[in-house]
């Protein structure tokens, strides 16, 4: 009754909205016959956030009288986007051999910038102060699997997977200060930290089970897997951009086979 059912497709479409100016939408459609199933899924997100805080802060002495204070003011904005897909294939080859191909993509940004203002009269302090940071993040990656099932009877089936992983995720980040000292003295720094960051793996699966009786059934599997990692970070600093040079100090090396 399988192999003989007629043909038919059906979907599905969705969008939403927020007051922040951040949307979504996504959609999918879906096939499926006798011998074919088939699905693809497709989404996209947009996020947008804004903040502020403050925060007073009064240093008191031994008889809690005032002797300095520290006042600080934060402004922020994020916004990125992220996209999704997913799309499968099933073939029914014969009653009994099955094959299908599943595969699954994302592809996003992230920005965000945050102001920070910090005015003091600690002794031996700034008396003004402001650091701004900029990070521009992006990643990709997804995944895809191969499955193999045979069934030899009601009781006993054979399945295999192959699958394979891919994620890569890259990032800037920019950091500026500038501070005020009594007597006009001033302080800059500018530091970036630039991160590369890959993973990919490799798996491959076998199951065998048959069921004899309920009491008794043989079950026998292999499975190995293969991965390799690097997320390297180098960091470049100096009082500004033009000046700033490699810093090895902060420089992360990682890798993993």
Not at 95 to 114: C, L, P
Request: glycine fraction near 8%; charge should be negative.
């Amino acid at each position: 009754m399988k192999n003989n059912r007629k043909a038919r497709y059906y979907g599905s479409f969705q969008v939403g909205a927020d007051i922040l100016g951040g949307y979504t939408a996504s959609g999918s459609i879906n096939y499926s016959s006798g011998k074919i199933e088939s699905y693809l899924n497709v989404g996209y997100r947009q996020r947008k956030s804004e903040g502020k805080d403050n925060t007073d802060r009064i240093n008191l002495d031994d008889q809690c009288n005032p002797v300095s204070y520290l006042n600080q003011k934060g402004w922020n904005d994020r916004d990125g986007g992220s996209l999704f897909t997913r799309a499968g294939l099933t073939l029914h080859l014969t009653q009994t051999d099955h094959i299908g191909i599943e595969g699954f993509g994302h592809f996003g940004n992230r920005n965000s910038n945050n102001t920070i203002r910090y005015e003091s009269d600690v002794p031996s302090s700034f008396t003004s102060s402001e650091r701004i940071s900029d990070s521009d993040n992006s990643s990709k990656g997804g995944n895809i699997n191969l499955d193999y099932k045979h069934e030899f009877s009601e009781s006993s089936n054979l399945v295999a997977r192959a699958s394979w992983d891919l994620w890569v995720s890259d990032g800037t980040s920019t950091y500026k200060q500038h501070s005020l000292y009594p007597e006009n003295k001033e302080t800059s720094s500018w530091q970036k930290q630039e991160s590369d960051n890959r993973s990919q793996s490799w798996e491959f699966q076998a199951d065998y089970v048959n069921q004899f009786t309920e009491e008794s059934k043989l079950e026998a599997g292999y499975k190995g897997t293969l991965s390799s990692q690097k997320s390297p970070v180098e960091t470049y600093s100096g009082e500004t951009e033009t000046t700033a040079d490699f810093d090895e100090l902060l420089y992360k090396r990682s890798s993993i086979n």
